[in-house]
């Protein structure tokens, strides 16, 4: 059965870091589309950033862009997001989602099938 687990969030200060990993079971990741989303009170999901299997690229939303990371460990079946600079306009509940058809080019909600639990970042002095 394909599972996703976060872990990693918590408070942290304005300009500090989080890493966030979304360890993946029952499937291998390295097939996979991978995107990090999140969701803030009252707002829409929306993509921060997605890794494509189909091109290889990654892409980040306009307002993470130099400051989050997205990586893969593949032997630890693992991917993660390093959050740098976090703002207060960073706080939402964050979630990791995969898809094996998905291209990841828009980094879209709906085109990633499997999700999960998430994991809430508090920015806040």
């Known amino acids: ?5 976060e872990s990693g969030g918590g408070l942290v200060q304005p300009g500090g870091s989080l890493r966030l990993s979304c360890e993946a079971s029952g499937f291998t990741l390295i097939d996979y589309t991978i995107g990090w989303f999140r969701q803030a009170p009252g707002k829409e999901r929306e993509g921060v950033s997605c890794f494509s299997r189909i091109d290889g690229l990654t892409n ?3 307002a993470v862009k130099g400051r989050f990371t997205l990586s893969r460990d593949i032997a630890a079946n693992t991917a993660y997001l390093q ?9 939402a509940i964050y979630f990791c989602a995969v898809d094996h058809w998905a291209w990841g080019r828009l980094c879209s909600p709906d085109e990633f099938r499997h999700w999960g639990q998430g ?3 508090t920015v806040s002095s």
């Open 1 to 5: 059965q394909l599972q996703l687990v």
């Open 60 to 62: 980040y939303t306009d």
């Open 83 to 91: 959050m740098n600079s976090l703002k207060p306009e960073d706080t």
């Open 119 to 121: 994991t809430s970042v």
